[in-house]
């Protein structure tokens, strides 16, 4: 009496899952079946049972090998990712800086694949953003510590470059972010390039933070009556002084449906302004995922930071009233300017939510906002 073997059927697909399975033997498929699956996997289909059934095997084999070593590299850089932070990463008031010396985000709020921190010849311990390090290395000659003014030691250099290539690899995220400022970067180089020079009455007539009327042409944009009331509202309330613009803001943020204080934006010191300046930008160009067509709506006339501040300007030469000022533009230009009522409550969210990230008292009463972008 023949014994009966379990056959797999003919036009059954082989796939590298079934090379572990108990089924997968010689005499439970047909020689059919193994030419198909060889030719699928774009294997030699001539021979018998056996060439084939062995031709299998080799490749899954090899696939399987494949597998494993990827696995042990994903497994290399995971160590790198995780342990070749500094000694700083669980306990980061051990730093010896409190905030990051490009973005001046608090260490604490710094990610963890963007974090990185070394402890130097003093035994000073200092943190960063990682992206904050590449885009300092990459624009300067000697790449130093911004604390102390010491040069990164050759060792440390080469640390930081294995760990940012391995989070460029393990993190969407990181990856993300890290793009956005090389394209930045590049951009600006170009402009810089292309720049024009200026006769005097036209440098004397560019917008600034303390002489803002940034160039919009009229002609691009389909204005309505409702747009050209923005236009005039605006224009009225730029002649005012700042702390009555400030009183005006909030009561417009209360009458879009929001519940708010303005003691939120006037208590905030020096630094947090800068925060905040730096938070406006990120949500309006990365974090808040707006749409070209969404921005065009939100600010139809001109982008919210135009006229500001110039490219080059570094932080710690603009002093405390210029950065209110110029938080307090951003802040106009995303609430007044929209094209109707839905997409000015928009701009004003997009707003308070940049604010949430710099004031406790504000986050208290929107954590929902404050959750959105962290």
């Known amino acids: 009496m023949v014994e009966k073997t379990n056959k797999i059927p003919v036009d059954y697909n082989i796939k590298y899952d079934?090379?572990?399975?108990?089924?997968?033997?010689?005499?439970?498929?047909?020689?059919?079946?193994?030419k198909n699956a060889c030719k699928k996997h774009h294997l030699k289909v001539t021979g018998n049972k056996s060439i084939l059934f062995e031709r299998l095997c080799t490749l899954f084999s090899r696939i399987n090998a494949s597998i494993k070593i990827q696995s042990l590299i994903r497994m290399h850089f995971s160590i790198i990712f995780v342990n070749k932070r500094g000694p700083g990463l669980l306990n980061r008031k051990l730093c010896n800086n409190q905030t990051d010396f490009i973005t001046l985000e608090p260490l604490d709020e710094i990610p963890f694949e963007q974090f990185f921190s070394f402890k130097d010849n003093n035994n000073f311990i200092?943190?960063?953003?990682?992206?904050?390090?590449?885009?300092?290395?990459?624009?300067?000659?000697?790449?130093?510590?911004?604390?102390?003014?010491?040069?990164?030691?050759?060792?440390?250099?080469?640390?930081?470059i294995k760990l940012n290539n391995c989070s460029y690899i393990l993190s969407n995220e990181y990856r993300e972010n890290?793009?956005?400022?090389v394209y930045n970067q590049k951009l600006k180089r170009s402009n810089t390039i292309r720049r024009m020079p200026l006769n005097n009455d036209?440098?004397?007539?560019?917008?600034?933070v303390d002489n803002y009327h940034p160039f919009f042409d009229r002609r691009l944009i389909n204005m309505n009556e409702e747009m050209e009331n923005q236009i005039n509202l605006m224009q009225e309330i730029r002649n005012l002084e700042v702390s009555e613009r400030i009183d005006r803001l909030f009561v417009e943020f209360d009458s879009l449906g929001n519940y708010t204080s303005d003691?939120?934006?006037?208590?905030?010191?020096?630094?947090?302004?800068?925060?905040?300046?730096?938070?406006?930008?990120?949500?309006?160009?990365?974090r808040g995922q707006i749409s070209y067509q969404l921005k065009r709506s939100i600010c139809p006339f001109h982008d919210p930071f135009d006229g500001i501040f110039p490219r080059r300007t570094y932080h710690d030469t603009i002093n405390y009233e210029q950065l209110q000022k110029g938080c307090l533009i951003v802040m106009e230009n995303m609430t007044y300017s929209g094209i109707n009522l839905e997409y000015r409550k928009i701009g004003a969210l997009h707003a308070l939510t940049a604010l949430t990230m710099v004031s406790v008292p504000a986050r208290q009463i929107m954590p929902w906002l404050y959750e959105s972008i962290i």
């Open 202 to 208: 036209i440098i004397n007539n560019i917008s600034s």
């Open 263 to 286: 003691q939120w934006y006037r208590s905030l010191t020096h630094l947090q302004l800068i925060r905040l300046y730096r938070g406006l930008y990120d949500i309006w160009t990365i």
């Open 126 to 160: 200092y943190g960063f953003n990682m992206i904050s390090l590449m885009q300092n290395m990459k624009k300067t000659r000697v790449f130093e510590n911004p604390y102390n003014r010491n040069a990164f030691s050759k060792q440390i250099k080469l640390k930081i």
């Open 178 to 181: 890290n793009a956005f400022f």
């Open 18 to 34: 079934d090379f572990k399975k108990d089924y997968f033997t010689i005499k439970n498929f047909k020689l059919s079946t193994l």
